[in-house]
């Protein structure tokens, strides 16, 4: 939505909406929000919120914590799940010091740096989400049990998938806020699902990841489901990823995609803890067509990147190895650097992987290097690495790597 300030007022005034969320997230990705009402919205655009920044993660301790949210009024987005009298509207914020300096551990700050890159260099990157998550039963006081909440397979449909009714609600609550999903599935664990949405310029993008989270869960908790995002939930069983799509284009028309990818596989080990943040990440991958190599292919599930027969002339790569823990912002970033790193250095794009990983020889897996195989390994790899460091703040990486 692109308001004037007058047109924002008025919008406000006819939806009879009482309170604004003014939407943020820590360092890891973890949404929070403060609420205002619309009496203050004119001085919280001029001035700024004012919040705590040694209370968040990975924002500074109490020496100095004194931050302020500026909403976007562009990323306005009413929570159809809220009260119809006295409704509620969510705004993304991005985060300054005092003074008006950007707040370099702001992540959405971070990922508009990048797309000022993209600008300078007559690149334009677009992404798209494809993320799976589980339903879970409650126990008395809300929380997961655990439990699924059927026992179906993938695709399968109604009576053994029993969230199809709640992926509806999910899609339609997604569709009043602006979001547009392209379709949704039963995954192959039992009470896994997955949603899948339409590419986005980096910061659409990322603002959309975020509040797809947040929908989910409160629709499920509607439903007396828990929604779980974790990597691996469940032992044995399928985990959970986040596909990310990625195409790129050049002012020029030249195709840049292989160099893209190229500098995305060139980077990945080194920057493996954004895509993959916590210990249960690496219970994941290798396992359940979750990639561990690094590698690419047209067909092949099993390799890192994936570029799909049906995107034909869109030339769509997908990204398979990260999972629903991480912060889309960082991420989207991070994979816009390495691509442009690609483009900047003609990195010539290796061979397709046409090999089944888990049946092939051992001398022909040792052709391929592995992504970091634990939480602690892809933590020194970040520390230690040149590309990590020119793009990402210390203190971000220190979130990530202490």
Known sequence: MNYSYEEFREYIEEENVKFVRLAFTDVKGNRKNISVTPESLEQAFEYGVPID????????????SDLFLHPD?????????RPEHGKVVSMFCDITYQDGTPFENDTRTILKNAVKECKKAG?????GSRMEFYLFKTNDDGGSTHIPCDQ???MDVAPLDKGENVRREIILTLEQMGITPINSHHEAGPG????????????NAADHACLFKTVVKSIAASNGLFADFSPKPLANLPGSGYHISISATEDNGR???????SGILSNIYDTTIFFNPTAESYERLGGDKAPRYISWASENRASLIRIPPASGKHHIASLRSPDPMINPY??????????????NRNIELNPPANVNFAKVSSDILKQYKTLPLTLGEARAAACESEFVHKYIAQSVIDSYCI
């Open 192 to 203: 896994q699902n997955q949603i899948n949405f339409t590419v986005a310029d980096p910061l």
């Open 123 to 127: 690149v334009s990157f677009t992404f």
């Open 73 to 81: 009024k562009d990323t306005t987005a009413l929570l159809p799940w």
């Open 255 to 261: 195709q840049i995609l292989p160099c893209v990818i």
């Open 330 to 343: 960082l991420a989207f970033a991070i994979l816009i650097y390495a691509g442009l790193d690609g483009i």
């Open 152 to 154: 179906a397979g993938y």
């Open 53 to 64: 920044a040694s209370l968040i993660d990975g924002f500074g301790d109490e020496s100095f």
